[in-house]
């Protein structure tokens, strides 16, 4: 094995996760990931025994996936599992807003509870994914939004009961192109479209939030914690001109 660190990365198969399972590994890393259907393991770059089957529901098996990933203890953690769940409210659900929020923030909550103990032995790094909907108001996003801005929540109030030993902090991505975006970006009008919207008038790509997240994972970002890192064509804060 090499002498890098020890990560597990939640959703680390394909999209984000998967770009970040490749950036870790490009710098000798050791890299357990997180699939939510056993045959996708045939998908990762891993030996079948570094991916692990976890429901993120299940929080009996994302203790287990801390507890193998960590047997030689754990340097950092990523959670890249998540939702897009856009509905107008007339046909969002009490049950949409619920699963939305189990999966981007519950997960979350019960994978860094998991890790808390090994990473803080370790004085290791988390890094989340949010989105640029935490922080913007946008129709039809009443399920992902409120997920993402309490997830973002739950972030900042972890890394400070988790500090100085623990740093976590989020990538909040505009719409990224990845599988779980598939159904926005498969239509060449609409990804055209929504990536216009944007100032710099493109829809993101895995690599660079993975890049991004390594950064935050590694010791060149020692002195941040609490932060949210928007990567997102400039959506979140410029106005384009018309």
Known sequence: ?????????????????????????SQGHDVYVTASQPDKAGQSPLPSERVLHVDVLDHASVQAAVDTAGQRGLHGMAYCVGTIDLKPLSRTTPDDLMRSFQINTVGAFVAMKSAAPMLTTSKG???????????RGF??????????????????????ELAPNVRINLI????????????????????????????????GHAQEMAKAAAFLLSDDAGWMSGQVLHIDGGRSSLEKSR
Do not use: C, Y
């Open 172 to 203: 909040a991505p505009s719409l990224t192109d990845t599988p779980l975006a598939k159904p926005f970006t498969q239509n060449p009008k609409m990804s055209e479209s929504i990536a216009a919207m944007h100032p710099l008038p493109r829809l």
């Open 125 to 135: 790094a988390v890094i989340l994914f949010s989105s640029i909907a935490a922080s």
């Open 139 to 160: 129709a039809n996003h009443s399920a992902i939004g409120t997920a993402k801005a309490a997830l973002e929540g739950l972030a900042r109030t972890l890394a400070a």
């Open 1 to 25: 094995m090499n002498s890098g660190k020890t990560f597990l990365i939640f959703g680390g198969i394909n999209g984000i996760g998967g770009a970040l399972t490749e950036e870790l590994l």
